[in-house]
């Protein structure tokens, strides 16, 4: 039972893993079923399995109704007060006013004597739209684009700090307190210095894991055995070379595992960012729940959020084991 270098099987694992989300299912079940903590704080599971399912597909909003001043057209002049257009006139007449596909239009005045009339229009918006897919790919985008910021900034720094101990000494008081530092907390800074648009969010995303993959690519290195470095040098290798050809090789597959941890962090900011005007996103699709106090929403997006982050998770551990087949991993 108590040892840490036990291996298990495949199938043990994932009997083991089924057991213990399965036992969390039936408590949250039990406590939410029976009533013992209210629906307002805690959904039921299938509660919130049905607001996914209305969240991932809808078969269409209300209908969507506008009215503007007619011009003085011939289409006023043949036209009687409240009749209806015909079919093939609807959408070309109502084209500028609404965007939607058009079920029916009609002409009013207010004063029959008038030469220009009301032009009413109503549309009926086609097909469904999936609110949740929307969300996630807004919140996709963000997180790989800043994920790529972050790899392509952070990863040469640490490297540099951990080859050099010289840039390591000046550069370390800068970069160390900010593992500690609360990275929620620059968002208003952020705001001022950039506004409320993109480049703020993906700024966010990055700085919140940037700060965490710098230290641990420069720990990284230094965790290379000295040995590696003396032997490239001594086979003739120039000290940039010995770090190039030698020690960064060997500590890839610990920077692999940094990108893998600062990618997972950006999903735990993503509800942060996109709570400050967000058109789209999980976290945006969260915030609106939250006003109108749908907690089953709230749940859905929060384990969509979940289930993204393992997905990432394990896309990207699969992609390391298949670089790097050398490692060894319990």
């Keep these: 039972m108590w040892n840490p270098y036990e291996i298990l099987s495949g199938a043990t694992r994932t009997k083991l893993g089924i057991a213990a989300v399965a036992s969390i299912v039936v408590l949250w079940s039990a406590l939410s079923g029976t009533g013992a903590v209210s629906a307002d704080r805690l959904p ?19 209908p969507v109704t506008d009215e503007a001043p007619l011009p003085q057209t011939a289409l006023a002049d043949t036209l009687a007060q409240g009749e209806a257009l015909a079919a093939e006139q609807c959408p070309s007449a109502c084209a500028e006013l609404i965007s939607t596909p058009v079920t029916d239009c009609e002409v009013d005045w207010t004063d029959e004597e008038a030469p220009e009339g009301i032009l009413w229009c109503k549309g009926e918006p086609s097909g469904g739209q999936s609110l949740l897919l929307t969300a996630t790919m807004w919140s996709v985008g963000r997180v790989l684009f800043a994920g790529i910021l972050v790899v392509l900034i952070g990863v040469p720094i640490g490297v540099t700090m951990g080859a050099s101990a010289r840039i390591n000494a000046a550069l370390s008081p800068l970069v160390d307190p900010f593992r500690s530092a609360p990275i929620v907390a620059i968002n208003p800074i952020l705001v001022m210095w950039l506004g409320i648009g993109e480049t703020m969010k993906i700024v966010f995303l990055m700085m919140g894991a940037i700060v965490y993959l710098v230290p641990m690519v420069r720990d990284a290195i230094q965790a290379v055995p000295q040995t590696y470095w003396v032997s490239a040098r001594d086979l003739g290798a120039t000290p940039g070379e010995a770090i190039w050809h030698s020690v960064l090789p060997m500590a890839m597959p610990r920077i692999a595992d940094a990108v893998i941890v600062s990618v997972s962090i950006m999903w735990t900011y993503i509800t942060v960012a996109e709570y400050i005007n967000a058109e789209q996103g999980l976290g945006q699709l969260i915030q609106n729940a939250r006003r ?25 551990t699969a992609a390391k084991r298949w670089l790097y087949p050398w490692e060894n991993e319990v």
Excluded at 44 to 62: D, R
Excluded at 292 to 316: E, N, R
């Design 44 to 62: 039921a599971p299938w509660s919130v399995l049905s607001a996914t399912g209305q969240l991932a597909w809808s078969a269409g909003t209300e």
């Design 292 to 316: 109108f106090s749908a907690m089953d929403q709230v749940f859905a997006g929060i384990f969509v959020i979940i289930a993204l982050a393992l997905v990432t998770y394990q896309g990207m």
